[in-house]
């Protein structure tokens, strides 16, 4: 193989927004797993950013950004802001309100080391695109209503200019237990995971045309909310798609502490040019007190 065809990456994945306060829990936490880490590549999700009452914008992202040696080459996607979703039971919203807050957005981030291209032409410099997958019909203050984005890059990487895809699927109110809490309602769960068929299938929509008929390289990474033997994952994703599951090996089992398995996760297309790669659950004392997820990471070597 000609190792000058080739190109690595190391990918990782993080839902950072949850947080862990019954364990005294700061974005200095998530900032140094991200740098022990050190990702070429890092998906993120639940970033959040608020403008305060002059105009200046303080954002998560920041300190990830310095703490990555990203650089510039970082980009978010709103998924629900307080001037477009603005409600009484968002208790978040209230509490901007009244301390005078221009706006407050969160949503998913990408950041690499690399520049970001055009998605149709690497040879020009581009931006990340926001691509609703998801729109309730009318925002209710909870995450039942939250809408979903994939937000989609081009990395100027040569020879192989890789798309990347981060996605955070919808999760519903007592869909899963809470720890001393009520058992999850049936109904909740199988309308969840039909949301998120519906969703998985767009994405595959999305990338069908310009990417996966094309034989392009994309790696798709995120906090799906689904276990790997949940529909949108085999039966979509895999099996339709044809996305290969980089699948852990080393670490914990499960990235959610109320999920039995990862709910996080990281996939790679196509399937001929994903030479090697080696994929991990991060557990360390840290990442379980940073934040409610444990982030995945990847080293992969493409063609």
């Known amino acids: 193989m000609d190792e000058r065809r080739t190109s690595r990456f190391r990918l990782m994945t993080y839902n950072v927004g949850g947080g862990r306060e019954d364990f005294g829990s700061t974005l200095d936490d998530v900032v140094q797993v991200i740098r022990e880490i050190s990702p070429d590549i890092l998906v993120a999700q639940e970033i959040a950013e608020y403008q305060d009452a002059d105009g200046v914008w303080h954002s998560a992202l920041d300190p990830i ?34 301390h005078d807050w221009q706006d407050w957005r969160q949503g998913n981030a990408i950041l690499s080391r690399w520049e970001f291209v055009r998605l149709g032409d690497p040879a020009k410099p581009g931006a990340p695109r926001n691509v609703p997958i998801y729109r309730a019909p009318l925002y209710q203050g909870t995450r039942d209503t939250d809408s979903r984005y994939a937000l989609i890059a081009r990395i100027g990487r040569a020879p192989v200019f890789p798309f990347v895809l981060g996605v955070h699927l919808t999760t519903l109110v007592a869909e899963r237990a809470r720890e001393g809490g009520p058992l999850p309602l049936a109904d909740k769960t199988e309308e969840a ?7 998985a299938r767009r994405l595959l929509d999305l990338l069908r045309e310009h990417v996966l008929e094309r034989g392009k390289v994309i790696f798709l990474l995120g906090d799906f909310n689904a276990a790997a033997s949940e529909p949108c994952i085999a039966s979509v994703l895999e099996d339709e798609g044809e996305f290969v599951r980089l699948a852990p090996t080393r670490g914990t089992n499960a990235t959610h502490p109320k999920v039995i398995g990862p709910i996080d996760h990281i996939f790679a297309y196509p399937r001929d040019r994903l030479l090697e790669y080696e994929c991990w659950i991060v557990d360390s004392p840290l990442a379980q007190r940073a934040s409610d997820h444990l982030p995945v990471v ?5 063609m």
């Open 65 to 98: 950004a310095q703490a990555g040696a990203f650089g510039k080459h970082v980009h978010l996607g709103p998924t629900i802001c307080m001037r477009e979703h603005m409600h009484v039971q968002k208790r978040l919203f209230i509490h901007g309100l009244f």
């Open 193 to 199: 995971q039909i949301l998120r068929l519906k969703q």
């Open 298 to 302: 990847a080293d992969v070597e493409v």
